[in-house]
């Protein structure tokens, strides 16, 4: 499927969040196929996270992006991304902009909802993003 179908819009009168790294408005044809993806953490296959937030980022993306590539996708299907970060700050919100902008150069973020959290499923583990793509 042509990612140029899911139509990603930021309508007038809300504020322009590109600069934060996602749109408001992920618009899909109903005949398409939902695919999935479970919250992904910050480790590959040998369950190591590392301390570093941005390495963590980085690993989680790419999780994302082998699930998608199991269904023949890449990261310009995603439509809805759901993003915990614990302990949330600032420098982490950047770190996600920036690694967000070398993924979506074109900035047609995915709609996207960052929830701060105190703590997540394993100890050391400082993200977790889930998606939803379209097939």
Do not use: C
Not at 43 to 54: A, C, I, M, N
Not at 88 to 112: A, M
């Amino acid at each position: 499927m042509s990612t140029s179908l899911i139509e990603i819009s930021n309508p007038e009168g809300i504020y322009d969040p590109r600069m934060h790294g996602y749109s408001h408005v992920a618009a899909v044809p109903a005949w398409s196929q939902l695919v999935f993806v479970a919250g992904q953490g910050g480790s590959k296959t040998d369950g190591v996270l590392s301390s570093d937030f941005r390495t963590q980022v980085a690993i989680v993306f790419e999780n994302i992006a082998i699930a998608l590539a199991s269904k023949g996708l890449k990261m310009g299907n995603i439509a809805k991304l759901t993003t915990l970060v614990v302990d949330y700050d600032e420098d982490k919100h950047q770190i996600l902009i920036e690694e967000s902008n070398k993924i979506w150069p074109d900035q047609k973020f995915p709609v996207n909802t960052l929830i701060p959290v105190q703590r997540l499923a394993l100890d050391g583990m400082l993200i977790e993003i889930d998606a939803t793509a379209i097939g």
